[in-house]
Nanobody, 126 residues
Framework: QVQLVESGGGLVQAGGSLRLSCVAS????????MGWFRQAPGKERKFVAA????????YYSDSVKGRFTISGDNAQNTVYLQMNSLKPEDMAVYYC???????????????????WGQGTQVTVSS
């Protein structure tokens, strides 16, 4: 089992920045990739960004590309999501997820991730 704990959410004005953190514990050696997903009220959970531990490859949804940056510290079992130029439409609960899968082309697929955190709220005021 892998446990994930997110932090760093909060209230920010449009155009502002936040950095989310996710600390993994437990059988972290089994994880191959970490991802961030978000869910706005009344909407489906959607992919935001992901990173592979091997090689550090990153992948972003089109809606955040150029504004968000995912990074990780494998030694600390921590992944970050730096969010800049925030927009009201970025407001959501952000979830950290971990996967042991390495299948190419699947970093944005929710079902590829077996472990999930509790989420952290990001509120963007206009």
């Amino acid at each position: 089992q892998v446990q994930l704990v997110e932090s760093g959410g909060g209230l920010v004005q449009a155009g502002g920045s936040l950095r989310l953190s996710c600390v993994a514990s437990g059988r972290t050696f089994s994880t191959a990739r970490m991802g961030w997903f978000r869910q706005a009220p009344g909407k489906e959970r959607k992919f935001v960004a992901a990173i592979t531990w091997s090689g550090g490859g990153t992948y972003y949804s089109d809606s955040v590309k150029g504004r968000f940056t995912i990074s990780g510290d494998n030694a600390q079992n921590t992944v970050y999501l730096q969010m800049n130029s925030l927009k009201p439409e970025d407001m959501a609960v952000y979830y950290c997820a971990a996967s042991s899968r390495k299948t190419l082309g699947t970093m944005s697929i929710m079902s590829e991730y077996a472990y999930w955190g509790q989420g952290t709220q990001v509120t963007v005021s206009s």
